[in-house]
């Protein structure tokens, strides 16, 4: 682990950020139910010695302020860094069995949203006791990331009206990374999350005279065939785009021999761009209604445009390298890491100001993966990320030089 000055301060307080990350962890909450969660940490920060704490922004969102040394120039002194992490945890039945499991029967923190809020606990703490830069330090703990769209929700509720900045960063554990190991790139992050629904109306009859009928479910087969050309011969290959139908319900499971009047398909759509995303959108909705008549049915498709695409502004993806390079060493920073097809809700933050999102290693091969029941954060890198929040304030806004 590195040998440097915020990460030895951070070290010393491990097992006191490792209690609190365990207590979230035992007590999870969804989107816009974080109320305990964001009571620790409101307490927490003020603890810490943060100058303001701010609660109920965003509905159950926090922020916090800490102001660097006394004494900057105006210009300096008016300079301010955005931090985030998100608090909010998953409907997921945990199957672990460790004392801190989660006491809610149906939640738990299986993306590790406790270890990025414990992590910016931590880098409150510090940046709080040492002051080591001039400007402002905005703490931004947000609710509601796994599919509330909370960071919109903080937005409209006047985030970087009330809480300027001049640039926003977060960071999310990849276990597929190991420890120690940061990664980011100059561009796209993660894909933009649609959600597709498909409604085909057929005519209902008996299973043993189809000719009678109009078959919803044959139709919703073709329709999920042909949907996959939709990428193969569409999107072009220096592109990327996924196609996914992961949903089909039609008729009843015990009517054997009637066939349903109507069928729906569920899935999701993501992309990088734009121009693709606009471009599946209008094919797939004509292709839907078009299979459909071929048929004799009729189908129309919902497209709901849920979180945009993850793209870092260039010049912060750099910054944020250069700053994890200083910390970790270059040979553990991944400055080209693959973009995902998942989605993050910190994409309206990135629209609004330009910033970076990192993943910070927590695990490596064998390690168990987001969003499964078994997962837990790896309290090993609590330091480190803390250490990585609070280096990227205080080398933005590092004191000017006499």
């Known amino acids: 682990m590195p040998a440097h000055g915020a990460y030895q301060r951070l070290a010393g307080w491990h097992g006191e ?28 920060l003020r603890v810490a010695g943060v100058d303001e704490v701010h609660e109920g922004v965003g509905r159950t969102g926090v922020v916090g302020i800490v102001r660097g040394r006394a004494g900057a120039s105006s210009r300096e002194s ?5 931090l985030r992490a998100d608090m909010d945890a998953l409907p997921i039945v945990e199957e672990n069995d460790f004392a801190w499991r989660s006491a809610k029967r149906g939640l738990m923190h299986g993306c590790g949203h406790d270890g990025h809020t414990t992590m910016l606990v931590g880098a409150a703490r510090y940046l709080a006791a040492t002051r080591a830069f001039e400007g402002s330090a905005v703490l931004i703990f947000q ?33 597929a990374l190991p420890v120690g190991t940061v990664g980011v790139n100059p561009g796209p992050m993660m894909a933009a999350a649609d959600r597709i629904e498909i409604i085909v ?20 087969a073709h329709i999920i065939t042909a949907a996959q050309s939709l990428v193969s011969r569409n999107v072009s290959p220096i592109d990327n785009a996924v196609v996914s139908l992961c949903s089909v319900h039609a008729g009843e499971p015990t009517a054997f021999a009637v066939i349903p009047r109507e069928a729906r398909i ?48 260039e010049r912060e993806a750099v910054f944020a390298a250069d700053t994890a390079a200083a910390l970790v060493g270059e040979q553990h920073v991944v400055r080209n890491l693959p973009p995902s097809m998942g989605a993050e809700d910190f994409s309206f933050m990135l629209q609004v100001k330009p910033g970076a999102y990192l993943r910070l290693g927590q695990g490596g091969e ?37």
């Not at 008016?78 to 955005?82: D, K």
């Not at 769209?149 to 960063?169: C, H, N, Q, T, W």
Request: net charge negative; proline share 6%; glycine share 10%.
């Open 78 to 82: 008016s300079r301010a860094i955005g």
């Open 143 to 175: 609710p509601g990331e796994e599919g509330f769209a909370g960071a919109k929700a903080m937005i409209d509720d006047g985030l970087f009206e009330r809480f300027p900045v001049d640039s926003v960063y977060a960071m999310h554990n990849w276990p």
């Open 201 to 220: 109306q057929g005519r209902g009859g008996h299973g043993a005279h189809p000719y009678l009928a109009i078959d919803p479910v044959l139709v919703a």
């Open 366 to 402: 064998g390690s168990c993966f987001l969003h499964n029941s078994r997962y837990d954060f790896n309290d090993e890198v609590l330091p480190l990320g803390a250490a990585l929040f609070a280096s990227l304030v205080e080398r933005s806004l590092a004191p000017a030089q006499p």
């Open 17 to 44: 950020l490792t209690a609190f990350r365990r207590d979230l962890h035992a007590h999870p909450e969804l989107g816009f139910e974080e109320k305990r969660t964001a009571a620790r940490v409101a307490e927490a």
């Open 266 to 313: 569920v899935g999701t759509v993501r992309s990088f761009r734009r121009e693709v995303q606009d471009m599946i959108e209008e094919r797939l909705g004509r292709l839907v209604e078009s299979v459909a008549l071929g048929f004799g049915a009729t189908a129309r498709l919902k497209y709901l445009r849920s979180y945009p695409a993850t793209i870092n502004s």
